[in-house]
């Protein structure tokens, strides 16, 4: 066959049974006979062994002699080389676990991996071709060896990155064989974005959800306030629950200061963020009725029912969260309140009655409305 050597016995016979011995007259013209003088296997026979010249099939010969010492002959052998008919290789699939946020990884595809023809030719299999057009989470490219790939996973991604190879002898491809590689997931640290507020020069203290804009790429993760940093606040900065701290500026302060606080994840892992609170003067607060039925900012209140139609708001400078109080003034004694301006107020009026409305600061400045 193609490319594999065999062995040949070489014979002959002496009609008075001496021995005989054996050299190679002529070399084949298309392969190579060794060794020369072939090896005595008897009396009678000797061994050579023919190697077909690379790529070479079809028919080639030699020409042996025989000697008893004193006469000699010689004979012909003929050797058949047939064509070899390469087998492809097969590719198993393969499957392998990196961890996430892990640098570069040498996945070995091939190990697994056979070739019918290597017992006999030592064919060696390697990539030949990958596809990764549908894959996602990861960079993947042939290895310097041709043996695997070079795997890096994108960072910040778990779960499970595939893709495709074919294999290859040399000569002939494998089929396609498909490769799943799982990413299995680390804890990410909690990213803290700096959060901004606004509040009323003397306010009370104001809740801040400071967590709102925080980040955790890890999923289910749940995040927690879990310090606060108050050195060279310009008030008092309090951890009011899990998720809310507290600012209340010093008495008389006006302008920004700042405070930190620190989130952690479900894994214990942190972070430290910022947050920015404007302390505002009241000047320029405005309080007006919206209802074009009603002028003078006189509104009215169906005690009887004590349905309350219309609308109804208070502002003030920079959009601060002010505390406002609506007075009944026909009976005297019948009060709403509500901690949020900007909010609206529905009511129904009977002719007669008024609402006196008052917003309070905190500094006790008041500016009533009628």
Same mark, same amino acid.
């Given at each position: 066959?193609?490319?594999?050597?065999?062995?040949?016995?070489?014979?002959?016979?002496?009609?008075?049974?001496?021995?005989?011995?054996?050299?190679?007259?002529?070399?084949?013209?298309?392969?190579?006979?060794?060794?020369?003088?072939?090896?005595?296997?008897?009396?009678?026979? !000797?061994?050579?062994?023919?190697?077909?010249?690379?790529?070479? *099939?079809?028919? +080639? $010969?030699?020409?042996?002699?025989?000697?008893?010492?004193?006469?000699?002959?010689?004979?012909?052998?003929?050797?058949?080389?047939?064509?070899?008919?390469?087998?492809?290789?097969?590719?198993?699939?393969?499957?392998?676990?990196?961890?996430?946020?892990?640098?570069?990884?040498? @996945?070995?595809?091939?190990?697994?991996?056979?070739?019918? +023809?290597?017992?006999?030719?030592? $064919?060696?299999?390697?990539?030949?071709?990958? *596809?990764?057009?549908?894959?996602?989470?990861?960079?993947?490219? /042939?290895?310097?060896?041709?043996?695997?790939? +070079?795997?890096?996973?994108?960072?910040? &991604?778990?779960?499970? !990155?595939?893709?495709?190879?074919? !294999?290859?002898?040399?000569?002939?491809?494998?089929?396609?064989?498909?490769?799943?590689?799982?990413?299995?997931?680390?804890?990410?640290?909690?990213?803290?974005?700096?959060?901004? !507020?606004?509040?009323?020069?003397?306010?009370?203290?104001?809740?801040?959800?400071?967590? /709102?804009?925080?980040?955790?790429?890890?999923?289910?993760?749940?995040?927690?306030?879990?310090? /606060?940093?108050?050195?060279?606040?310009?008030?008092?900065?309090?951890?009011?629950?899990?998720?809310?701290?507290? &600012?209340?500026?010093?008495? *008389?302060?006006?302008?920004?200061?700042?405070?930190?606080?620190?989130?952690? +994840?479900?894994?214990?892992?942190?972070?430290?963020?910022?947050?920015?609170?404007?302390?505002?003067?009241?000047?320029?607060?405005?309080?007006?009725?919206?209802?074009?039925?009603?002028?003078?900012?006189? /509104?009215?209140?169906?005690?009887?029912?004590?349905?309350?139609?219309?609308?109804?708001?208070?502002?003030?400078?920079?959009?601060?969260?002010?505390?406002?109080?609506?007075?009944?003034?026909?009976?005297? $004694?019948?009060?709403?309140?509500? @901690?949020?301006?900007?909010?609206?107020?529905?009511?129904?009026?009977?002719?007669?009655?008024?609402?006196?409305?008052?917003?309070?600061?905190? *500094?006790?400045?008041?500016?009533?409305?009628?």
């Amino acid at each position: 066959m193609e490319d594999l050597p065999i062995n040949i016995i070489l014979t002959g016979s002496d009609p008075e049974g001496d021995p005989l011995t054996f050299t190679i007259a002529q070399q084949p013209s298309d392969g190579t006979l060794l060794p020369d003088p072939p090896t005595p296997l008897g009396p009678t026979s !000797a061994m050579v062994t023919y190697t077909p010249d690379q790529f070479f *099939d079809g028919l +080639d $010969d030699f020409v042996f002699r025989v000697s008893d010492g004193i006469t000699t002959d010689t004979a012909k052998v003929f050797v058949t080389v047939t064509p070899f008919s390469n087998s492809p290789p097969s590719a198993a699939p393969d499957s392998f676990e990196v961890a996430e946020d892990s640098s570069i990884q040498f @996945l070995n595809l091939t190990k697994n991996d056979s070739d019918p +023809d290597t017992p006999l030719f030592g $064919d060696v299999v390697t990539v030949f071709s990958i *596809d990764t057009s549908q894959t996602i989470g990861a960079t993947i490219t /042939i290895s310097a060896d041709s043996k695997g790939v +070079d795997f890096t996973p994108d960072l910040d &991604f778990d779960g499970t !990155a595939s893709f495709t190879y074919i !294999a290859t002898d040399g000569m002939a491809q494998s089929a396609i064989a498909n490769v799943a590689v799982t990413v299995t997931g680390s804890p990410d640290q909690p990213i803290a974005v700096t959060d901004t !507020a606004s509040v009323a020069v003397n306010s009370s203290p104001v809740n801040i959800k400071v967590l /709102i804009n925080d980040i955790d790429v890890d999923t289910g993760d749940v995040l927690s306030v879990t310090a /606060i940093d108050d050195t060279g606040t310009d008030g008092i900065v309090t951890l009011v629950n899990s998720t809310d701290v507290s &600012f209340q500026p010093d008495l *008389d302060f006006e302008g920004m200061t700042s405070f930190g606080y620190t989130v952690t +994840d479900s894994f214990g892992l942190d972070a430290n963020g910022t947050v920015n609170v404007n302390v505002n003067s009241l000047e320029g607060l405005a309080l007006f009725v919206t209802s074009a039925s009603f002028t003078n900012k006189i /509104i009215m209140y169906d005690a009887a029912s004590a349905t309350l139609i219309g609308d109804f708001i208070g502002s003030g400078v920079g959009g601060l969260n002010l505390p406002y109080n609506i007075k009944f003034a026909s009976d005297g $004694d019948v009060y709403v309140s509500s @901690l949020n301006t900007n909010s609206i107020l529905h009511y129904h009026g009977n002719s007669g009655d008024f609402i006196e409305t008052v917003i309070d600061s905190g *500094d006790g400045l008041s500016t009533p409305s009628k």
